[in-house]
């Protein structure tokens, strides 16, 4: 079963989240639904610093030993950290997928995107519709 | 879609199933890593019903299975298995399967799912172009349920429901038997790299037969094991899947199978691929790893000095290696083990280099 979706971030419909860091900027992932479907992840491509992205665009790619998965950015703006040890440690995303196993931090062009997101409720609800 | 006699069996275990040639079939249960390591380290079950079985009976089977199979059915005793392709007039690979010999007129031919009917199709054609007689052809693949148990402790976990003793039998050797008093065929032979073995018995009964086996594994390590596990252990071993490294236009040479292509008898395909093999061929399958960051996959490009040069057939993450591994086609000079070359993964450009197959061989004990 999936962990629980915490409430201090909002959710995209292609199970990515977005945490805002209250400075401008937000970390970003793959929802613990996520990586249960992918299952062992042995490889995080990660986006280049400065690489800058709209929201629903690629900043990163996953791939389990079956399957390659885009992971869209949540909102637009520009890449300012990177998680560097999903290069040795991928499998962070399936032990902590909210947590440890973050990916990027992308400075906002406009906050005010974050409203196109789910909250944790919304998204939960996603996850029964689409049978989960 | 298709389901085999297992369907409910695989989704009561919770696995994820996929479209296999039309097959629903289960993928996974729990990992692929898991399973992987499951059948290297102990066993592995698989439900391989989906493969197809073709029975070639009748006085005339022998001087027909040598028209249309590249390998030389001469000196096969009974309880022999032996891979074997069947080629087209060009040399072509209409599919790669093994061939049993139960008798003297009497041999299974056990093919891959997805070429199953095209193979049918191709072997009733030549009986009746070439007039071949006392030759039947059966299509027994609904009525036989597969599994294949492989792994180390493979041998142990079978012997406890198999009527007769396995200790005797050798890598491809396979004995008619009883499993659960019902007829039964067993080889040890299988598409993992490991020791293991491959069970026929009637439909109706497959299901029993893998509850019993699961039964007696699950304490020694066992574990149902998906697609996705059988994909990974082939390819470590450097075993080739038909439709990623071979289909119509790919002839034996070009990839591993010189060995199965008995060109001092005649069959179909057999002299196109002496005039191949006199040319010499222009690609070569060859293995890869990766040195550079990423996992190559079906269908990437292969470069060398910046100019394509080849495709991969099959690639992934290889659990038991931990590194990116596999098999593309590539022109003969650059097949050497040794050579350096890029595939294009999305954007970039990830340095590999040429290895011999196999990736992974097992510990003889």
Not at chain 1, 98 to 123: C, H, Q, S, T
Not at chain 2, 162 to 170: I, T
Request: charged share 25%; glycine share 10%.
């Amino acid at each position: 079963m999936a962990k629980e979706n915490p409430a201090d971030r909002r959710y995209s419909r292609e199970h990515e989240w977005a945490k805002d860091n209250g400075d401008g900027t937000i970390t970003t992932g793959i929802t613990d639904y996520a990586q249960e479907m992918l299952t062992d992840i042995v490889y995080v491509e990660l986006p280049a610093l400065g690489k800058k992205v709209r929201q629903g665009e690629t900043i990163a790619v996953v791939e389990s030993v079956k399957s390659v998965s885009d992971v869209y950015s949540p909102v637009s703006g520009e890449v300012i950290d990177v998680n560097g040890v999903l290069e040795n440690k991928p499998e962070l995303i399936n032990q902590d997928a909210f947590g440890e196993g973050w990916i990027a931090k992308v400075r906002m062009d406009d906050p005010g995107e974050l409203k196109n997101l789910l909250d944790a409720a919304a998204y939960t609800s996603f996850l029964q519709e689409i049978g989960h | 879609m298709q389901r085999t006699p297992l369907y409910d069996r695989h989704l009561k275990l919770g696995a994820r199933m996929i479209d296999f040639g039309g097959w629903e079939m289960p993928v996974q249960y729990t990992t692929v890593i898991d399973e992987h390591r499951a059948t290297r380290e102990a066993a592995g079950l698989f439900d391989t019903c989906h493969m197809g079985e073709i029975d070639v009976t009748g006085p005339g089977s022998y001087a027909f299975l040598q028209r249309v199979l590249s390998r030389d059915l001469a000196g096969m005793t009974d309880g022999r298995m032996r891979l074997s392709l069947l080629t087209d007039h060009r040399g072509g690979i209409i599919d790669d399967l093994t061939v049993y010999r139960l008798g003297d007129d009497r041999y299974r031919l056990v093919t891959n799912a997805v070429t199953k009917d095209k193979d049918l199709i191709w072997l009733r054609r030549v009986v009746q172009q070439e007039g071949f007689s006392g030759v039947e052809i059966m299509d027994v693949t609904d009525r036989t349920g597969k599994l294949d148990l492989q792994g180390p402790r493979s041998a142990e976990i079978l012997q406890s429901l198999v009527a007769d003793s396995l200790s005797g039998l050798k890598f491809y050797d396979f004995i008619e038997t009883e499993i659960l008093g019902l007829g039964a065929v067993v080889s040890r032979s299988g598409y993992t790299g490991e020791d293991g073995f491959e069970v026929y018995v009637p439909a109706e009964a497959v299901g029993k037969v893998w509850d019993k086996i699961l039964e007696a594994g699950t304490p020694l390590g066992l574990k149902p094991a998906g697609l996705g596990a059988r994909d990974t252990l082939r390819l470590e071993a450097g075993m080739m899947l038909y439709g990623n490294e071979m289909n119509e236009s790919v002839t034996p040479f070009e990839v591993v199978y010189g060995w199965a292509t008995d060109l001092k008898k005649d069959f179909i395909g057999s002299e196109a691929l002496r005039k191949q093999k006199g040319q010499g061929i222009r690609r070569k399958l060859t293995g890869f790893e990766l040195t550079g960051r990423g996992i190559a996959r079906h269908g990437y490009a292969v470069f060398k000095n910046g100019r394509a040069i080849g495709e991969v057939t099959s690639g992934t993450f290889s659990p038991t290696l931990q590194k990116a591994i596999g098999m593309a086609f590539v022109p003969v000079e650059h097949s050497e083990p040794g050579t350096q070359v890029d595939i294009r993964i999305r954007d970039n450009r990830a340095e590999a280099r040429v290895v011999p197959l196999p990736f992974y061989k097992r510990k003889i004990v």
